[in-house]
């Protein structure tokens, strides 16, 4: 894959553009929020995320969908869980992924973040496809995106069950809070996937406290 930071777009992975997005305000990206999602909950390669977040999904295929049938979200990229890269908000554009949330003191984290999906639940672990897109991907956006250095490198820890705020060396749980409107990356990332994105982007040097 490819980054264009002319056009925002990743080149040699999916596109499914979303409506679900609109101009971000002036400021430099500074944020990478990574999520987990699927749809319906623990079932995969269903195309329904997709659906989703082109506010296609059809309510009526099962009981789950009609609770987000209001919901108009999306988010930059999805992973899903053979490592299929899909992109459906141009990084020059505003996602909508984060919801109400605050970062370190500065609120709407969708004003200056950029959002990964992985397919996944809060219970199952992520496979190794998904660890090496994610290692690609993370490594292209903060390529292009300086404003994303290592120290505020962050990946999400708001749990659906569990909310403690866990901080490791590059992922400052401790300041980010949303409340939780679906499922989010769970301990098994933080203890195991951080470290090893990590690692691949930044180098051998870099571990995960904790």
Known sequence: MQLDPASGWCQGIRHCPSPNFNERPAGEISLLVVHNISLPPAQFATGKVQEFFQNRLDVTEHPYFEGIADLRVSAHFL???????????????????AGVSRFEGRETCNDFSLGIELEGTDDLPFTDAQYASLTDLTRQLLAA????TPSAFVVTVISRRD???????????RAFSAPCRMEDTHDEFLGVGAGRVDREVLGPASAVAT
């Open 79 to 97: 992973i899903e869980r053979d490592g299929i890269v899909t992109q459906f908000v141009s990084c020059i554009d505003r996602a909508w992924h």
């Open 145 to 148: 995106y300086p404003g994303i």
């Open 163 to 173: 909310a403690r705020p866990i901080q490791a060396r590059l992922l400052i749980g």
